[in-house]
């Protein structure tokens, strides 16, 4: 870090050039000063805008995109559109003016084509970047605020979170269990302990700046409150910024299989349009004519656009599945999507709702209930059925209270207009962790106050919520000076550190008989489908020294148990049922009780009668061998820690699994990124999770992942539909040009025929294919193999039988007008033209199905429609308008010719279809 005080130079926020500060040496009050901000009110909007204009946005410079000139000129660079274009030179300097002219404009118009959907493609990819792009809180205007990090300017407070990638350069100035890891920075990947208290030395390194974190940066531990010091490519990593840009590959794997089969098409198309010129010349036709002819059919032959359609499909598809919430963070997860057979879940927030409400407390041989939904603190405690007064017990009081002392949540107000008759309603709020803020309403509902007892009770430490140790302590300080621990967390993992329990009104050993009571209490909790959270306390000695978690949590006296109802989503029963019939099972995976899982579990289909569960503590004794030779029966996991999780993936992967597994937190990552699609939660996933997911939930709700599964399946099928449409009009347009010159017969399509026919009726519909709705069992057939094919269930057969049939009626309905009339080549060639067309945009709809034509409604795909309705308004244009005749050598047609072309142009498919539709095959 550079270290040159300059008083001379603007402070923070003012001028593009920041004053370089030895930030680690300033106290508060000086900080304040040098960044211009109140640290317990932040910036106002107002300033952070204007410090935003000046300083500019807090991102590191991209690498320079490719300009829209060359991805223009790109389209224009393939070898044979270069050929095409050097063989229209030569027709325009052979006089023909207007077959050149043409040619240009329909290269020009394809050149469009392709720019168009190459920029469309980036733009989705760039808008699915944007969507994921990191956020931060900042105190602006006295209020915390999430807001994108690139927003955030210096002299913004900011607030940091176990799991949060800092997103700026910040000084600290509260910290608590603050662990960070700076081995972007520093190399060095042991995560360092960081503290607000200032440094006096100077010149150190960054490694030694403990009261500093840098943007990159990774919290691993604890949280903190700092003040952005740097922005953008002002922070360290912006200094070293240039040495970190890597591109990211963004090709799926079906991509790169179609960019090497391209290759082989291409040479294939080059090798049977060189045959269809040598037969044609050596059948006595022109060469010249024969070689335009020739290049238009390879340039319309070639699929050297496969590859881009197929990105443009997935980034259509990956937009439908922004719509419904899954935000795909890596290209390729969507092929592996329609591959998943297994999806593990988190249990809260994901198939429950994670909105807690307390509903049952025990405290030492008493069991209340209390009423009231939502986070309104309204309700009545009740013991055996009769309404109690709250300041009458004592058990009751110490248990409520202690449960919003050890807490971070807070419970806001809020007032909000309903409809015309602008009447109020009182709508609550919550800041902070579900679990947590159903705490704070019991207790608000018992009367009390968080502002009423943080005044007798002041914090001084907490050690924070993690998911391993699956509790969280805080010491206070009362009005005596007497200082407490106070622990809530999962009963199981309390009990174990209780020495004492608070029993009547008294405090007694917290024997095996105890135990088991407490025990009992929280099964019978739990088979309620209850969520349940141990209270504890331990008074210090007066010198006590209680610096970490171990030292603070032993020895305690267990207060009670709250128990709390968190209902399940009521979509997803419905979700996990589609999962199943499409061959996918469901699995929980949960930090809660074995009890609670198993009931929602039961209650949401998951765990059925042979159905088993697992512990963690079971699983930890298991091997990776063991685990795998019973996972297949395994429906629950519960109580487990997220390393646990690697240990599930890697053994359903064994068993040959395609595995689907959701995560929120810092240690939840390596499981995210070991299975074959992680999966985190937009709203309350770590930065963390989210880096290392390929699929983010923006409502961190399973039947998301249904519907992801679902679109991913889709975006397949549509892919292959293409696919199949495509390359069965190629072989159509190869092979009616390789038969006629093969029998001797005059060409049946004009070079700029073929052009057009490459242009309209392949482009379009094409492209509304990859858009097709998904077929109507999509979600009922099993989940694909991950080696098939894309040309696997028959698909090549596809395309070469109906390939070849639309060769075949094309041909014959060319060859019977020209028996009919032997002297008007153009009328035959025109009947020829439009037959290709029709046959092509009939077998559009055979695409749409896995099985036939009469499987689908025609009418379901609107984009489908539209692009037909223009290919055959554009095709009757140029066969009616006298202008366009001359350029595209046709002329009118007859009804008689039209009943000839439709007839032909319907058998490939719709009689085809019919008959194969009748054998039942
Ligand atoms: P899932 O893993 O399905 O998201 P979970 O929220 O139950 O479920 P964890 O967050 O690991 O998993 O919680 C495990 C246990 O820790 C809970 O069952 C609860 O008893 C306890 N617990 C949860 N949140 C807190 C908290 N904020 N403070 C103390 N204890 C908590």
């Not at 554009?874 to 039209?898: C, D, G, K």
């Amino acid at each position: 870090m550079a270290c040159i005080r300059n008083e001379n130079k603007p402070s923070a926020g003012e001028g593009d050039e920041l004053e370089i500060v030895e930030w680690h040496t300033l106290n508060e009050k000086e900080l304040a000063s040098f960044v211009r901000s109140p640290i317990n009110h932040g910036l106002s909007e107002a300033e952070a805008e204007k410090r935003l204009k000046a300083i500019g946005p807090n991102t590191l410079k991209q690498e320079k995109k490719t300009s829209s000139l060359s991805v223009f000129t790109n389209q224009f660079k393939d070898f044979m559109v270069i050929v095409l274009l050097v063989a229209t030179i030569i027709s325009a300097l052979l006089g023909e003016f207007i077959d050149a002219i043409t040619i240009l404009i329909i290269v020009l118009l394809n050149g469009i084509l392709g720019f168009v959907q190459e920029r469309k493609a980036e733009k989705s990819l760039d808008a699915l970047k944007e969507l994921s792009a990191p956020q931060m809180y900042v105190k602006r205007d006295g209020v915390w605020k999430l807001i994108p990090s690139r927003l955030v300017v210096p002299g913004d407070i900011v607030k940091l979170a176990s799991g949060d990638r800092v997103g700026a350069d910040i000084r600290i100035i509260e910290a608590s269990g603050l662990k960070i890891e700076e081995s972007s920075l520093t190399g060095e990947s042991v995560p360092v302990d960081k503290k607000a208290q200032l440094i006096n030395e100077q010149d150190v390194e960054i490694a030694e700046m403990t009261n500093m974190a840098f943007m990159g940066t990774l919290i691993t531990q604890g949280s903190a409150v700092g003040v952005v010091v740097a922005t953008g490519m002002k922070t360290e990593m912006g200094k070293i910024a240039h040495l970190l840009q890597s591109t990211e590959t963004l090709m799926t794997p079906l991509q790169l299989k179609l960019e090497q089969l391209g290759k082989i098409l291409i040479i294939v198309a080059l090798f049977l349009t060189a045959l269809v010129v040598l037969i044609g010349v050596w059948q006595g036709h022109e060469v010249y004519t024969m070689i335009l002819s020739g290049v238009s059919l390879a340039v319309a032959a070639i699929p050297e656009g496969l590859p881009a359609i197929v990105t443009v499909v997935l980034a259509l598809g990956v937009q439908r599945m922004i719509k419904q919430k899954a935000i795909v963070r890596k290209l390729p997860a969507v092929e592996t999507l329609g591959c998943a057979s297994i999806i593990c879940s988190d249990k809260t927030g994901t198939l429950t709702q994670n909105k807690m409400t307390v509903t049952d407390l025990w405290s030492g041989g008493n069991y209340w209930n209390v009423d009231g939904g939502g986070y309104e603190p309204k309700g009545k405690f009740m013991h055996e059925g009769r309404i109690v007064d709250v300041n009458k017990e004592q058990q009751l009081q110490q248990l409520v209270s202690y449960g919003m002392l050890c807490n971070n949540a807070t419970i806001m107000k809020r007032e909000r207009r309903v409809g015309m008759m602008r009447k109020k309603v009182d709508d609550y709020v919550l800041n902070g962790d579900p679990t947590e803020g159903a705490l704070i309403v019991t207790a608000q509902k018992a009367g009390y106050s968080h502002k009423g007892l943080q005044v007798p009770y002041q914090r001084l430490k907490e050690f924070p919520f993690d998911s391993t140790r699956k509790m969280m302590s805080v010491i206070v300080k009362d009005q005596n000076g007497r200082r407490y621990v106070i622990t809530k967390g999962a009963p199981d993992v309390i009990f174990e550190q209780c020495t004492k329990v608070i029993y009547g009104s008294q405090e007694e050993a917290f024997t095996s008989k105890r135990k088991r009571e407490a025990e009992n209490v929280i099964v019978q909790m739990a088979q309620k489908a209850l969520r349940t959270i141990a209270i504890a306390y331990r008074p210090l000695g007066k010198n006590e020294k209680c610096d970490v978690d171990q030292q603070a949590e032993c020895g305690l006296t267990l207060v009670g148990i709250q128990g709390m109802i968190d209902p399940p989503r009521p979509e997803v029963e419905r979700a996990i049922k589609e999962c199943h019939q499409a061959g996918i099972k469901t699995v929980m995976i949960t930090g809660d009780h074995q009890e609670t899982a198993i009931a929602i579990a039961k209650k949401l289909g998951i765990y059925k009668g042979h159905s088993r569960s697992l512990i963690g503590r079971e699983l930890s004794h298991l091997s990776v061998s063991e685990l795998e030779a019973n996972v297949e029966d395994i429906a629950v996991y519960a109580r487990v820690s997220p390393e646990h999780k690697l240990k599930i993936v890697r053994a359903l992967q064994a068993r040959g699994h395609i595995v689907a597994m959701t995560g929120d937190g810092v240690n939840d990552a390596p499981a995210i990124k070991a299975a074959n699609i992680g999966i985190s939660m937009g709203i309350t996933g770590t930065d963390v999770a989210k880096e290392a997911s390929s699929l983010i939930l923006s409502d961190d709700n399973f039947a998301t992942i249904k519907a992801a599964i679902k679109e991913g399946r889709n975006i397949y099928e549509n892919i292959r539909k293409f696919i199949r449409y495509m390359l069965a009009s190629n072989v159509g347009e190869i092979l009616v040009m390789l038969f006629a010159m093969m029998l001797g017969m005059p060409l049946p399509l004009v070079a700029i025929q073929i052009l057009w026919i490459n242009l309209v009726t392949d482009g379009l519909p094409a492209m509304a294919l990859g858009m097709d709705q998904a077929e109507g069992d999509v979600m009922k057939r099993p989940p694909r193999k991950p080696n098939e094919g894309v040309f696997a269930r028959g698909l090549t057969w596809k395309i070469l039988s109906r390939g070849f049939m639309i060769g075949v009626v094309t041909l014959a309905a060319f060859w019977l007008t020209l028996q009919n009339d032997p002297a008007d080549l153009i009328k035959a060639q025109t009947v020829a033209f439009v037959t290709l067309v029709m046959a092509q945009l009939i077998h559009v709809f055979d695409c749409r199905s896995e099985y036939s034509v009469y499987h689908r409604n025609p009418f379901e795909n609107k984009y489908l429609l539209v692009a037909v309705a223009i290919s055959v308004l554009l095709m009757l244009i140029v066969i009616y308008y006298p202008p366009l005749q001359t350029i595209f050598h046709t002329v009118s047609l007859s009804a008689r010719e039209w009943l000839l072309i439709i007839g032909s142009a319907s058998i490939p498919t719709v009689v085809l279809g019919g008959f194969r539709l009748m054998k039942g095959s």
